[in-house]
């Protein structure tokens, strides 16, 4: 599993690439705190190259939209594959995030 980092404009966009289980969620978990932990809280991060996810990530994304809440920012998600959605939805922890059709959107939304 790998995660791309690349910045628009002040914004840290993070793509992990593939499943987000147990090891690799682990290292995408570790990347992302990382982010929201820097100066920077201004953090989307672009899932459509990941079709599952289980709840080492779900829990990581969790401490994630906490600490940006926390911060007067939430955790932008893009590109929501249908799967990954469905595990949203049905943990009842879509209303913990906001949900971007594209990376530009969702960077938008932070002006």
């Known amino acids: 599993m790998k995660v791309e980092h690349r910045q ?5 966009v993070l793509t992990p ?4 289980t147990e090891e690799d969620s682990e290292s995408f978990c570790d990347a992302l705190l ?12 672009s899932m459509q190259d990941v079709p599952y996810l289980d709840s080492i990530a779900l ?3 969790l401490t994630a939209a ?14 929501v594959p249908p799967t990954c959605r469905e595990i949203f939805e049905l943990t009842g922890l879509a209303e913990r995030f906001r949900f971007f059709k594209d990376v530009q959107d ?3 939304s932070y002006l």
């Open 106 to 108: 969702a960077v938008k």
């Open 17 to 20: 690439i593939g499943a987000l």
């Open 34 to 45: 990382d982010r929201v932990r820097s100066g920077n809280p201004r953090v989307v991060i």
């Open 8 to 12: 628009v404009g002040t914004v840290d």
């Open 66 to 79: 906490d600490e940006l809440t926390e911060r007067a920012t939430d955790c932008k998600l893009v590109g």
């Open 59 to 61: 829990e990581g994304l």
